[in-house]
């Protein structure tokens, strides 16, 4: 017997409305990083399976733990390309942690330092538009000390 929706049941949450660019822009970037750290936690992964290095559990156990942590980015995404308020905070640790890893990115001599500016200016710019009014709005965040809307 499967459960009809009734007038008494509220229906799921919607909408209300479009998802600011803003937002769209932040969802994307937080899925590319999170698609990255994927990407690379895979890549990792089968270097330490099929090549030679030096600890083979350890670049098993790196790899399995950065498609682990590819999760929290990949789910913060997909909230907040359904506006869901809870998505935000997610977003938000990722680019406070994307910011030391760019940092010691721009610290190397190698090709490592195109990625740490990308990393940083992604990181940047999607914490902007997490805290732009039109995301807060949306995401339906009110600032600290403010009155709900009676409407």
Same mark, same amino acid.
């Given at each position: 017997?499967?459960? =009809?929706?009734?007038?008494?049941?509220?229906?799921?949450? +919607? %909408?209300?409305?479009? *998802?600011? *660019?803003?937002?769209?822009?932040?969802?994307?970037? %937080?899925?590319? +990083?999170?698609?990255?750290? @994927?990407?690379?936690?895979?890549?990792?992964?089968?270097?330490?399976?099929?090549?030679?290095?030096?600890? &083979?559990? =350890?670049?098993? %156990?790196?790899?399995? %733990?950065?498609? #682990? /942590?590819?999760?929290?980015?990949?789910?913060?995404? &997909?909230?907040?390309?359904?506006? &869901?308020?809870?998505? *935000?905070?997610? $977003?938000?640790?990722? =680019? !406070?942690?994307? /910011?030391?890893?760019?940092?010691?990115?721009?610290?190397?001599?190698? !090709?490592? !330092?195109?990625?740490?500016?990308?990393? @940083?200016?992604? @990181?940047?710019?999607?914490?902007?538009?997490? #805290? $732009?009014?039109?995301?807060?709005?949306?995401?339906? !965040?009110? &600032?600290?000390?403010?009155?709900?809307?009676?409407?």
């Amino acid at each position: 017997m499967t459960k =009809q929706q009734t007038p008494e049941t509220p229906a799921p949450e +919607e %909408t209300a409305g479009p *998802r600011p *660019r803003r937002l769209t822009y932040a969802a994307v970037l %937080t899925a590319l +990083e999170g698609l990255g750290l @994927a990407v690379g936690g895979v890549w990792v992964l089968v270097l330490g399976l099929t090549g030679d290095p030096d600890d &083979r559990g =350890q670049a098993v %156990t790196l790899g399995i %733990t950065l498609v #682990v /942590l590819a999760l929290l980015p990949l789910l913060a995404a &997909r909230g907040l390309f359904a506006l &869901r308020s809870w998505s *935000r905070g997610p $977003s938000v640790i990722t =680019q !406070i942690l994307a /910011l030391p890893v760019a940092y010691s990115l721009l610290q190397a001599d190698s !090709i490592a !330092i195109p990625v740490g500016i990308a990393l @940083a200016a992604a @990181a940047i710019a999607t914490l902007v538009f997490l #805290v $732009s009014p039109s995301t807060t709005q949306a995401l339906g !965040i009110r &600032r600290p000390g403010a009155e709900p809307d009676e409407s």
